[in-house]
């Protein structure tokens, strides 16, 4: 067996699991990790937060295959995956607005392991095997837990990350619309407990930015995008070899506006393997720091408190910030 699975004893987890519908959550580990190529010293991958899908499905992950023209746009959860999706697809494709309105994201940008956390009518493994290519695919996945073949074929990748505060209470929202049945404070409690998808959240953005020699991956913020989206395309550009004129960039960033994202419904849609039982939108606010509206000075206070102490390195701390 290529990994370890662990059953979550936290006494919150316990007490909690089945209101909260999360009672079918193990952590995974990944036994085998010598091909990851991280200048962490003597590092050992943590065990992450799945489903007890991930069982049905390790042969798939162990032997999909990774071509060198895949594009793979990866992430923690809720860290502005789409937006940055949507970016890397029309970059690399012409600026082909029209394609992009008139196709969904997911099936232009499919989710390499969805079947690993929610059920779904056809494998999201068979669904990637079966694009064309170039294939472009998205990952949650953390580093010790990518395809034995992405190490060999190393395809251009683009990572972004965000302020642990934005993304515990997006994930929150984009749970409670999905499947979780419990408060906002239980939700963080669970989530600064690394018991949330994908978790733990601050060694899946540090082992990313670890990696060494992989001149394939290009790094991103949510907030740089916020800031400064022109910038951040300039960037993209480059980092894919793509050249557009002004004119052409200018339109790029007007379709990547969020009141524009918004109203799109090829990118602000319902996965119908994940839909959504609240009625609300996938994408909500669009905003910096927009936690402070709805996180108590306490919870603030333990979020930050968290990233202090899982974060002992002062030099990953601009990561998180």
């Given at each position: 067996?290529?990994f370890?699975?662990?059953?979550i004893?936290?006494?919150l987890?316990v007490?909690n699991k089945e209101n909260n519908a999360e009672?079918?959550f193990?952590m995974?580990?990944?036994k085998?990790y010598?091909?990851?190529?991280i200048?962490?010293?003597?590092w050992?991958?943590?065990a992450h937060c799945f489903t007890?899908?991930?069982?049905?499905?390790?042969?798939?992950?162990l032997?999909?295959?990774v071509y060198?023209?895949?594009?793979w746009?990866?992430?923690y959860?809720?860290?502005?995956t789409?937006?940055?999706?949507?970016?890397?697809w029309?970059?690399c494709?012409?600026?082909?607005?029209?394609?992009?309105?008139a196709?969904?994201?997911?099936t232009?940008?499919?989710?390499?392991?969805v079947?690993l956390i929610?059920d779904?009518?056809i494998?999201?493994f068979?669904?990637?095997?079966?694009h064309?290519r170039p294939r472009f695919i998205?990952?949650h996945l953390?580093v010790?837990?990518l395809?034995?073949s992405?190490?060999?074929?190393k395809?251009?990748?683009?990572?972004?990350?965000?302020?642990?505060?934005?993304?515990?209470?997006?994930?929150?929202?984009h749970?409670?619309?999905i499947?979780?049945r419990?408060?906002?404070?239980?939700?963080?409690?669970s989530?600064?407990?690394e018991?949330?998808f994908?978790s733990?959240y601050?060694?899946?953005v540090?082992e990313?930015h670890e990696?060494?020699g992989c001149?394939?991956?290009?790094?991103l913020?949510y907030e740089?995008?916020?800031?400064?989206?022109?910038?951040?395309?300039?960037?993209?550009c480059?980092f894919?070899?793509?050249s557009?004129?002004?004119?052409?960039?200018?339109q790029?960033?007007?379709?990547l506006?969020?009141?524009s994202?918004?109203?799109?419904k090829?990118?602000?849609?319902?996965?119908?393997?994940?839909?959504r039982?609240?009625g609300?939108?996938?994408?909500?606010k669009?905003q910096?720091?927009?936690w402070?509206e709805e996180?108590s000075?306490?919870?603030?206070?333990?979020l930050d408190?968290w990233?202090?102490?899982?974060?002992?390195?002062?030099e990953?701390?601009?990561?998180f910030e």
């Amino acid at each position: 067996m290529s990994f370890e699975y662990t059953e979550i004893t936290d006494p919150l987890y316990v007490e909690n699991k089945e209101n909260n519908a999360e009672d079918d959550f193990i952590m995974v580990r990944a036994k085998e990790y010598s091909d990851v190529p991280i200048s962490i010293p003597q590092w050992q991958p943590a065990a992450h937060c799945f489903t007890t899908r991930f069982k049905n499905y390790e042969k798939n992950l162990l032997t999909a295959e990774v071509y060198p023209d895949d594009v793979w746009v990866a992430s923690y959860p809720k860290s502005g995956t789409t937006w940055c999706q949507e970016m890397v697809w029309l970059i690399c494709n012409g600026l082909d607005f029209e394609a992009a309105r008139a196709e969904s994201l997911r099936t232009r940008f499919p989710f390499f392991d969805v079947s690993l956390i929610h059920d779904t009518q056809i494998s999201s493994f068979e669904r990637v095997r079966q694009h064309p290519r170039p294939r472009f695919i998205k990952t949650h996945l953390p580093v010790s837990l990518l395809p034995k073949s992405y190490w060999a074929d190393k395809p251009k990748t683009v990572y972004i990350r965000r302020n642990p505060k934005s993304v515990a209470v997006s994930y929150f929202h984009h749970s409670r619309g999905i499947f979780y049945r419990g408060t906002m404070d239980n939700f963080l409690q669970s989530f600064m407990r690394e018991h949330h998808f994908y978790s733990p959240y601050h060694a899946h953005v540090i082992e990313y930015h670890e990696l060494r020699g992989c001149d394939n991956v290009l790094y991103l913020s949510y907030e740089d995008m916020k800031r400064d989206l022109r910038a951040v395309v300039d960037r993209v550009c480059a980092f894919f070899g793509k050249s557009y004129k002004e004119a052409e960039l200018q339109q790029l960033c007007a379709h990547l506006s969020f009141e524009s994202m918004r109203e799109n419904k090829a990118v602000n849609y319902e996965d119908p393997n994940v839909p959504r039982k609240d009625g609300s939108q996938f994408m909500r606010k669009g905003q910096l720091a927009s936690w402070a509206e709805e996180l108590s000075p306490d919870m603030i206070d333990a979020l930050d408190q968290w990233t202090h102490q899982m974060v002992p390195n002062e030099e990953h701390r601009d990561l998180f910030e």
